[in-house]
């Protein structure tokens, strides 16, 4: 009777402790997969901002430059595609990631177009309204750059937390696969220049 009990104890101990490593992982995926998604919206409300500014800069070069009206046109195209690209965080892959990447990219094409308009009417420098869109842009630059970086260590951290042993094998039974983050691809890695249009 005490040996049935003890084997019984020792069965339920290591239920019991497998059971609680089990959970303990399980929640650590949950709460990596988590700041994974946290950092992909920062980065969508960053690239979000930086759209925002862009039309605003354009209303503002195209009220100075009232010949140059196309080219609003061309800043809202782009911006409604870049803002309507939005990608499910539960669905990063390479393809994805490189489908948001062109939207924004075309968004970068017509700040080019824009800042060009701006070299033939030198006068948009001194509008203050300019001045400060131009700085938020900058700054905006600068955030992208911040939330991607966050991104990828967030993705990096997740991806090494589900491929581990013996995490790797809970990971395949709930459904815990690998994120894609940002890679290097040709042009993306440089900001609009901006500054060309003080020189």
């Known amino acids: 009777m005490k040996r049935s009990n003890l084997i019984l104890f020792a069965v339920i101990g290591v239920f019991v402790l497998f059971f609680g490593v089990g959970c303990s992982t399980y929640n650590g995926m949950v709460n990596t997969d988590e700041d994974v998604e946290k950092a992909w919206n920062n980065v969508e409300t960053q690239y979000q901002r930086r759209g925002d ?32 690209t939005n990608i499910d965080a539960s669905k990063l892959s390479p393809e994805n990631i490189k489908q948001f990447e062109a939207a924004q990219s075309k968004l970068n094409g017509t700040l080019s ?10 006068d948009l420098k001194s509008i203050p309204q300019f001045q400060k869109l131009n700085d938020e842009i900058a700054g905006t630059e600068n955030r992208i750059s911040t939330a991607r970086t966050d991104f990828n260590d967030a993705v990096a951290i997740y991806n090494k937390k589900v491929r581990k042993f013996p995490n790797n094998i809970l990971a395949g039974l709930f459904g815990f696969e690998r994120r894609s983050g940002f890679s290097a691809s040709e042009g993306m890695e440089n900001a609009p220049n901006l500054d060309a249009v003080y020189e």
């Open 53 to 84: 500014l862009i039309l605003n800069l354009a209303k503002t070069v195209i009220k100075a430059a009232k010949t140059e009206e196309n080219i609003l046109k061309e800043v809202v195209a782009a911006r409604a595609s870049a803002t309507s």
């Open 113 to 122: 177009r824009l800042m060009l308009v701006v070299e033939r009417y030198p």
